[in-house]
């Protein structure tokens, strides 16, 4: 149970990478500020956050099952914790999918919807009644870059992370005259099972439906640039821990946070021409002009990376 003083922290997804992180940071607080509640939807995966918590399992972190897709899983986690007293709710769990959207079949692109828009969407609707009672509440929901700019071959995972802004941006509006925070963590790419996850299924792909140009453009020209960018720009899950600390910690928490300073630019772009026309050839460029030589890519958008606009990001230290 949480002692008075301490704040009373839900995380979806906890089995592994950034939820994982976030629980075992806050858990292990310095000066146990936080209850940590973490959750997943099969407790049989909960070993590895077991071992990472070492002392703190048990006492400022405890276990509960949480599917985020089933409105009774839940209804029952939020019933089983004290006076339903959630101070701090982090929508983490989400999954990826990648490929050309000929080859994704509509159940399969429900299912991304299901869990990252919807999953957010319930868990929200299930947690806010009682923050409103309260007048006070955090939510934070972990977006990605791509709910900020669209990411050729990931179509449908952009657009579920596009949807959940959407949500939040308009909550938001309602969420701050009842005093309850929303914020949104928005990291570029992370080394987690996310990366691993989707290189296993694109191994398996066989594209059905898809011209073998479209295939060949997926496989030679987008997968290796992906990896690259993965290798040069990939943060930690660790580093998502903390910048997500530090806007929990915040007096004053931002509604966005990109975590990672190297895409600033690129969001930037939209937002530097309002006809699309700017990022959507600054991205056919990229991919498709510079994309053999994606290093140097690489190396000019950490140069174009000014400290002016590093500023608007969130570092993790
Ligand atoms: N890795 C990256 O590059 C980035 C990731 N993100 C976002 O970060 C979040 C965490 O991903 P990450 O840690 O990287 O990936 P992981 O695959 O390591 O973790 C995803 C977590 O979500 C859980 N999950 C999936 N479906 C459900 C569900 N229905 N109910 C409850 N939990 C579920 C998984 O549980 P299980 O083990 O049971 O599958 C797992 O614990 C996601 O929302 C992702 O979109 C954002 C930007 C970049
Ligand atoms: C190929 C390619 C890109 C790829 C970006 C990637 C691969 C981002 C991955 C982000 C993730 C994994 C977010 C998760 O939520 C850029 C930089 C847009 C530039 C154009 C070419």
Redesign the pocket.
């Known amino acids: 149970m949480a002692n008075s003083g301490q704040k009373v922290v839900l995380i ?8 994982l992180r976030i629980a075992v940071t806050l858990a292990k607080d310095e000066k146990k500020r936080y209850h940590v509640i973490a959750t ?3 407790l049989k ?1 909960k070993d590895k956050l077991v071992e990472a918590a070492g002392d703190a399992y048990g006492k400022t972190l405890i276990l509960l099952p ?4 089933s409105d009774e899983s839940v209804k029952q986690c939020i019933n089983n914790i004290k006076d339903r007293h959630i101070d701090i709710l982090i929508n ?5 999918l990648l490929g050309p959207v000929e080859s994704i079949s509509i159940e399969e692109m429900k299912r991304v919807f299901e ?2 828009f919807f ?1 957010v969407v319930r868990m929200i609707k299930e947690v806010m009644p009682d923050m409103k009672k309260r007048r006070s509440g955090h939510i934070l929901v ?1 977006s ?1 870059v791509m709910g900020l700019q669209g990411v050729v071959f990931n179509d449908v995972y952009t657009a579920s992370k596009f949807a959940m802004e959407g949500f939040c941006e308009s909550m938001a509006v309602q969420l701050m005259k009842f005093n309850i925070r929303l914020s949104m963590i928005e ?4 080394h ?4 691993t ?1 989707m290189m296993e299924d694109v191994a398996k792909m066989e594209y059905p439906g898809v011209d073998a140009e479209t295939v060949r453009y997926f496989k030679d020209v987008y997968l290796p640039s992906s990896i690259d960018i993965f290798e040069a720009m990939g943060q930690t ?1 660790d580093d998502i821990a903390k910048c997500t600390k530090k806007v929990i910690e915040s007096n004053s928490p931002r509604f966005r946070n990109l975590t990672n300073s190297l895409y600033t630019p690129i969001v930037a772009l939209k937002y530097a021409d309002e006809t699309g026309g700017l990022s959507v050839n600054t991205f056919y460029n990229l991919l498709f002009n510079f994309g053999p030589l994606m290093h140097i890519t690489m190396s000019i958008l950490k140069c174009l990376t000014c400290s002016c606009l590093r500023r608007r990001t969130v570092s993790p230290n």
């Open positions: 979806t997804g906890c089995s592994s990478g950034i939820g997943m939807r099969d995966k949480l599917d985020v897709c983490n769990a989400g999954v990826g869990t990252n999953g972990m990605s990291p570029g790419p992370v987690t099972e996310f990366e996850k899950p």
